[in-house]
């Protein structure tokens, strides 16, 4: 009963920090190039851009949602089992978020680099 | 430069939660989440420049340095495991980096239409590379 406990907190912290960096990539899209924003316009209209992007202030709940999650998994589980599973499902999860939602070129090369770093970071985190 | 400052930053503050919050408290709390904050900004500033497929897994690199930190500085033990791990990472961030002379410029996404040099001066990189990412909404606002 436990384990499942864990999993489903496990799967809740991978959905809400993709979601998240789905959000966040999105919301920097839309406010542009940084450093080309900032020479034109200043660091303020940066940070403000920022901030008052809504997609931004959205990922910004959906991290602290997998923040959240994180503490009822680890509440449940070890650590050694929920940070390596969580960490690099996090790194598949958001491969596929983002050729789905972003559109973004997921060519044969980054599927391999998602895999191999997903991979490694079981193994480190482990 | 800004990858590298990224990669350092994730780390350190990474570092930080895993093992010396225990040990020293305040100070090293609030240089942690300073660090931690530089760390978001500088992510954020990588979104806006290349995809997330791209900048996800570079960010990953810092765990490497994690463990580099550990065994170094803090003399932890670092077990064969955990090495092959480090390789798969290092695999992995190298074969989106195109090969490792482009590590230093990972706002030189293979967006790029093949053929652009990623090795010309930082600005014309990012000219490039903020022409040839698809972003329909990037007019918006």
């Given at each position: 009963m436990k384990e499942i406990y864990t999993w489903s907190a496990i799967l809740a912290i991978v959905f809400a920090s993709v979601v998240g960096d789905v959000l966040l990539a999105r919301a920097m899209k839309q406010v542009g190039d940084v450093g080309d924003l900032r020479r034109r316009a200043g660091l303020g209209v940066v940070i403000l851009r920022t901030l008052g992007n809504g997609n931004f202030l959205l990922g910004v709940v959906a991290m602290a949602a997998a923040f959240f999650s994180l503490l009822f998994a680890l509440s449940w589980g070890d650590v050694s089992l929920v940070a390596p599973a969580a960490a690099s499902l996090t790194f598949i999860g958001n491969a596929v978020a983002a050729k789905i939602f972003l559109h973004e070129r997921v060519d044969q090369r980054r599927w391999i680099a998602v895999v191999l770093v997903a991979a490694g970071v079981a193994l480190l985190a482990g | 430069?800004?990858?590298?400052?990224?990669?350092?930053?994730?780390?350190?503050?990474?570092?930080?939660?895993?093992?010396?919050?225990?040990?020293?408290?305040?100070?090293?709390?609030?240089?942690?989440?300073?660090?931690?904050?530089?760390?978001?900004?500088?992510?954020?500033?990588?979104?806006?420049?290349?995809?997330?497929?791209?900048?996800?897994?570079?960010?990953?690199?810092?765990?490497?340095?994690?463990?580099l930190v550990a065994k170094f500085l803090l003399h932890e033990q670092v077990s064969?495991?955990?090495?092959?791990?480090?390789?798969?990472?290092?695999?992995?961030?190298?074969?989106?980096?195109?090969?490792?002379?482009?590590?230093?410029?990972?706002?030189?996404?293979?967006?790029?239409?093949a053929g652009t040099s990623p090795r010309e001066s930082g600005e014309g990189v990012l000219r490039a590379n903020n022409a040839g990412v698809e972003t329909p909404t990037s007019v918006e606002r």
């Open positions: - | 430069m800004l990858s590298h400052g990224m990669k350092q930053t994730g780390s350190i503050s990474l570092n930080h939660l895993q093992g010396v919050i225990f040990a020293i408290l305040n100070p090293w709390v609030a240089i942690g989440i300073l660090l931690l904050l530089a760390f978001f900004a500088t992510y954020m500033t990588a979104l806006s420049w290349a995809d997330l497929t791209y900048v996800l897994p570079a960010t990953s690199f810092g765990y490497v340095l994690l463990a064969p495991m955990r090495w092959l791990g480090i390789a798969l990472i290092t695999g992995g961030v190298g074969f989106i980096a195109g090969g490792p002379s482009l590590t230093e410029h990972p706002h030189s996404s293979t967006k790029i239409p």
